[in-house]
């Protein structure tokens, strides 16, 4: 999938909220004089059409309530539009989680298997459960092979 993908740069901003989608052109943000582009790591999972009208990238934190509360519209804009939107989604685990680390790393050892969204799906349904123990389990249920897994 790297290969795929390359590195991708964001040209604009999503706007996420619990209602609606806006596309806006960034031209006058204030940034740093050498600041360039938003890089997404090229190795990102996917979701949808690899030529859709529309890429977002989700910088995401399992264990981030306001990532979780966001999930709905996310899957609600992928639902209606299937063949012009893709979502990226950049692990971002925050400090402050002390899950979101391991989460991070299941969601990458998932995606070496080919199952990066059933595993997202899982951790987002289940925020509050996201120890070692539960990731194994959500493996498991995803049917990913758990010795790779424990590996990866």
């Known amino acids: 999938m790297a290969t795929r993908f390359g590195s991708m740069r964001l040209m604009g901003v999503v706007a996420l909220s619990l209602g609606c ?7 006058d943000l204030p940034r740093a004089v050498d600041a360039g ?5 090229a190795h990102s999972p996917r979701r949808g059409p690899d030529l859709a009208r529309l890429t977002m990238a989700e910088f ?4 981030c309530s306001a990532c979780g509360a966001v999930e709905p519209t996310v899957k609600r804009v992928l639902a ?14 925050l400090s402050i989680h ?3 680390l391991g989460a991070a790393e299941a969601f990458l050892a998932a995606a070496r298997q ?4 059933e595993m997202h799906d899982q951790m987002f ?4 459960a996201l120890s070692n123990a539960d990731l194994d389990n959500y493996a498991q249920v995803i049917g990913l092979d758990l010795v ?3 590996a990866d």
Do not use: K, M, S, Y
């Open 148 to 150: 790779q897994f424990a």
């Open 60 to 63: 995401g934190d399992f264990q």
């Open 80 to 93: 209606t539009h299937p063949n012009d939107v893709a979502l990226v989604f950049v692990n971002l685990p």
């Open 37 to 41: 582009p938003i890089e997404v790591p």
């Open 125 to 128: 349904a289940h925020q509050q």
């Open 21 to 27: 989608v806006r596309v806006t052109e960034v031209t």
């Open 114 to 117: 080919g199952h990066a969204w």
């Open 98 to 100: 002390a899950n979101a």
